[in-house]
């Protein structure tokens, strides 16, 4: 995911794969933010794969919304489909002349050409390796061999990756959790991403006795 400064982003040309948006309630010295990682929702129905003219979008096997780069020619009409609003056009040339300035770039990531459209993959590098390696040594794949990069850096552990089929994953006993709700769900969009309640004590000084009173 690159970081493209203020100036790119001023012109709205921003290529988060993940924003963090924030809410407020409250006002004044009440005033209380919540904040919500958005990315792609992997959405089952997604409306972004029923609008590309050259099938650049698809859904895989395993449940994620592929983007295939090569096959992209930046119509970006999925990202004006896409409710979220998690995609990116790519205005850069990454790659560059001198082959050490190369190195900067993540080796396990497709280097994309300008004119593409970009997304969250769920790591998918990492998915594909370490199904690889399963396949290699013959042992099955388990509950939190793969973690997300997203996942990995969050010091807060806020992200669970998971199998959502697999009923006994961390991942799957959070989304059937009562804290859980997806967003968006009356476009039937089917997201693959759970959500959880934020739930906090509230601040004595918040209390609407105090200020109703
Ligand atoms: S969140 Fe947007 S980009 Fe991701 S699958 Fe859904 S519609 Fe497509």
């Known amino acids: 995911m690159p970081c493209v400064g203020k100036d790119e982003v001023r012109r709205h040309r921003e290529m988060t794969w993940m924003r963090v948006d924030r809410y407020f309630t409250g006002e004044g010295d009440d005033t209380q933010a919540v904040h919500q990682p958005m990315m792609c929702q992997h959405c089952a129905n997604a409306p972004c794969e029923t609008v590309c003219p050259v ?57 994309r050409s300008r004119g593409v459209m970009e997304k969250c993959s769920m790591c998918v590098q990492r998915i594909q390796e370490a199904k690889a390696e399963a396949a290699r040594t013959g042992v099955p794949l388990v509950d939190g061999d793969i973690r997300t990069a997203c996942q990995q850096s969050c010091p807060a552990d806020a992200i669970t990756f998971g199998d959502l089929h697999d009923t006994e994953s961390a991942a799957a006993g959070l989304a059937r959790g009562p804290r859980a709700y997806s967003i968006l769900t009356e476009l039937n969009v089917d997201p693959g991403v759970t959500y959880l309640a934020d739930v906090r004590n509230r601040p004595q000084h918040a209390s609407g006795e105090r200020h109703g009173q």
């Open 55 to 111: 099938l650049a979008t698809v859904h895989s096997t395993d449940g994620l919304n592929q983007q295939i780069y090569n096959r992209c020619v930046g119509t970006r009409y999925c990202a004006n489909n896409c409710p979220y609003k998690t995609r990116r056009f790519n205005w850069f040339d990454y790659p560059r002349a001198d082959e050490l300035q190369n190195l900067a770039l993540n080796p396990d990531v497709t280097v």
